[in-house]
């Protein structure tokens, strides 16, 4: 199957799953009522339901709070849901209070002083890697 076909039915179950009907005038309706772009047209809806389109990121996002659901699940499946989850967990327990809080400082500083931190972290990596055997 392909990825925009993929992406529509999980769409389907999505809008199923949280009590609306499957069909393009629910969907125009409901994602136009919560979006504050554009709207969208039911041509371009009816396309996300029949698996010819996928919908913007910042579209996906508000159907998938619309729907209930994670958006990287309602983008690309379940297991690539679960996969992120999973590595979000392990980043998060490989890491103390001291590490998210210069991971924070870090994320604070302009562009370029951010730059120079991952410089100077890859140069301490490599001299690491190469005095290990």
Not at 43 to 60: D, F, H, M, N, T
Not at 69 to 89: D, F, N, T
Request: hydrophobic share 40%; no cysteine; aromatic share 10%.
């Amino acid at each position: 199957m392909n990825e925009k076909l993929e992406f529509a039915e999980r769409l389907r179950k999505a809008m199923l799953s949280a009590g609306y009907e499957a069909r393009p005038a629910v969907l125009e309706k409901g994602f136009n009522s919560r979006y504050w772009g554009r709207s969208v047209s039911f041509q371009a809806v009816s396309r996300w339901l029949r698996g010819e389109a996928i919908p913007s990121q910042e579209k996906l996002q508000v159907l998938a709070e619309w729907l209930k659901v994670e958006p990287h699940a309602l983008r690309y499946g379940e297991e690539a849901a679960l996969s992120i989850r999973e590595k979000r967990k392990q980043w998060e327990e490989a890491l103390d209070y001291r590490e998210r809080e210069a991971i924070e400082q870090y994320l604070s500083l302009p562009a370029p002083q951010r730059k120079i931190v991952r410089e100077v972290i890859s140069a301490f990596a490599q001299v690491f890697s190469e005095k290990t055997p």
